[in-house]
């Protein structure tokens, strides 16, 4: 398996342009959000008997790849997801939270598509899939600090 250092080095080929990183700043967590939002409304909608959402478990299975490349950011990125999802809990429904985290998807996308076009190259997941769990991690070094090779 990958170490850290290898998966960012290999993100940051294609995260070069300035406006390229703002976007992935904001959008990054955006679509982290609302994949979370997605997974936990459709889980609350398609299998209401289950005690908890099923959105803990996906936290859990990222959070352990997480935790065995990095501590520290895992931690981190653990602790923000389950606050992410707790604040699923402002919504009086799981269709306004389903409805509300689509859109914001959408848009997400919509702009990181067209920071890579700035940037003059394809997104990292499109090489290998992993990326897609890479790139929180990365935005989270690169705003708390931590150098990236």
Same mark, same amino acid.
């Not at 289950?50 to 990222?62: A, D, G, K, N």
């Not at 520290?72 to 997801?81: H, V, W």
């Given at each position: 398996?990958?170490? =850290?250092?290898? !998966?960012?080095?290999?993100? +940051?080929? %294609?995260?070069?342009?300035?406006? &390229? ?15 979370? *939002?997605?997974?936990?409304?459709? +889980? =609350? ?7 908890? %959402? ?10 352990? $790849?997480?935790?065995?490349? +990095?501590?520290?950011? *895992?931690?981190?990125?653990?602790? %923000?997801?389950?606050?992410?999802? $707790? %604040?699923?809990?402002?919504?009086? &429904? @799981? &269709?306004?939270?389903? =409805?509300? +985290?689509?859109?914001? $998807?959408?848009?997400? !996308? ?11 190259? /394809? @997104?990292?997941?499109? /090489?290998?899939?992993?990326?897609? =769990?890479?790139? @929180?991690? !990365?935005v989270l070094a690169k705003i708390s600090s931590r150098p990236i090779p």
């Amino acid at each position: 398996m990958k170490n =850290l250092d290898t !998966w960012f080095t290999e993100y +940051s080929k %294609s995260h070069q342009h300035p406006l &390229n990183i703002k976007i992935h700043y904001i959008c990054v967590p955006l679509i982290a959000y609302s994949t979370l *939002g997605i997974i936990d409304a459709l +889980s =609350l909608l398609l299998i209401p008997q289950l005690p908890v %959402s099923l959105v803990y478990l996906v936290i859990f299975l990222c959070g352990l $790849f997480y935790l065995n490349l +990095s501590l520290r950011l *895992g931690l981190i990125l653990i602790a %923000s997801t389950l606050f992410m999802v $707790f %604040s699923f809990k402002l919504f009086s &429904n @799981p &269709n306004d939270q389903l =409805l509300l +985290s689509v859109i914001i $998807f959408l848009i997400s !996308w919509l702009f990181q598509f067209i920071g890579h076009k700035y940037e003059g190259a /394809k @997104p990292s997941f499109l /090489k290998d899939i992993t990326f897609l =769990l890479i790139g @929180p991690l !990365w935005v989270l070094a690169k705003i708390s600090s931590r150098p990236i090779p």
